[in-house]
């Protein structure tokens, strides 16, 4: 059974650091691209970050370019957001999925995601 | 990225079926059939329930469908249920960026 199990979320203020942990099983981790996905409270979702399976890779939406890194560790089976100068409006539930990836020409296509952690809040507040 | 355009919400009674549209642009939607849908329950994760406009991943009732005309997506639930009460997200591949851009979202109401 594929599961996606996500720590490490809390209250930090802003200007804060914060590191997410997405432990994943069930499944060979190294096969997958990984994403990170938020939602503020109340709001839709965003896709937040990828990385491909060896770490070679890794794109982010504009807002937290230069803020926010993406990592892995295929020998752990775990996926990581460092999150660097958190402002009011990261907080969200984040939440860690596996992505289903086309390549088409050498272009990868994210395709969709089929498997979804439970989330982590993160809380960024004075 | 510029979101997909969702209607913010829907309504129908138990036994109808409602659609739920997912409007893009040529460079996302209308250029690739890499649509996929989503259903959230309040406090849960999102869980996929269509995938390439209109595959559904094994476990996924045959009451969902989805589609694609041009530059609009939709899912369909036919034979409507109070389980089905969730918000709907729908996603799109777009040669705009490296990642995938969401829909606004629809809240679902069976009523």
């Known amino acids: 059974e594929v599961q996606l199990v996500e720590s490490g979320g809390g209250l930090v203020q802003p200007g804060g650091s914060l590191r997410l942990s997405c432990a994943a099983s069930?499944?060979?981790?190294?096969?997958?691209?990984m994403s990170w996905v938020r939602q503020a409270p109340g709001k839709g979702l965003e896709w937040v970050a990828n990385?491909?399976?060896?770490?070679?890779?890794?794109y982010y939406v504009d807002s937290v370019k230069g803020r926010f890194a993406i990592s892995r560790d295929n020998a752990k089976n775990s996926l990581y957001l460092q999150m660097n100068s958190l402002r009011a409006e990261d907080t969200a539930v984040y939440y860690c999925?596996?992505?289903?990836?086309?390549?088409?020409?050498?272009?990868?296509?994210?395709?969709?995601?089929?498997?979804w952690g439970q989330g982590t809040l993160v809380t960024v507040s004075s | 990225q510029s979101a997909l355009t969702q209607p913010a919400s829907v309504s129908g009674s138990p036994g109808q079926s409602i659609t739920i549209s997912c409007t893009g642009t040529s460079s996302d939607v209308g250029g690739y059939n890499y649509v996929s849908w989503y259903q959230q329950h309040p406090g849960k994760a999102p869980k996929l329930m269509i995938y390439?406009?209109?595959n559904r991943p094994s476990g996924v009732s045959n009451r969902f469908s989805g589609s694609k005309s041009g530059n609009t997506a939709s899912l369909t639930i036919s034979g409507l249920q109070a389980e089905d009460e969730a918000d709907y997200y729908c996603t799109s591949y777009t040669r705009s960026s490296t990642l995938g851009v969401f829909g606004g979202g629809t809240k679902l109401t069976v009523l």
């Open positions: 999925a596996r992505v289903r990836t086309v390549t088409i020409f050498g272009v990868v296509i994210m395709s969709y995601f089929d498997y």
């Open positions: 069930g499944f060979t981790f190294t096969n997958y691209w």
């Open positions: 990385i491909d399976q060896d770490g070679s890779r890794k």
């Open positions: 390439e406009v209109s």
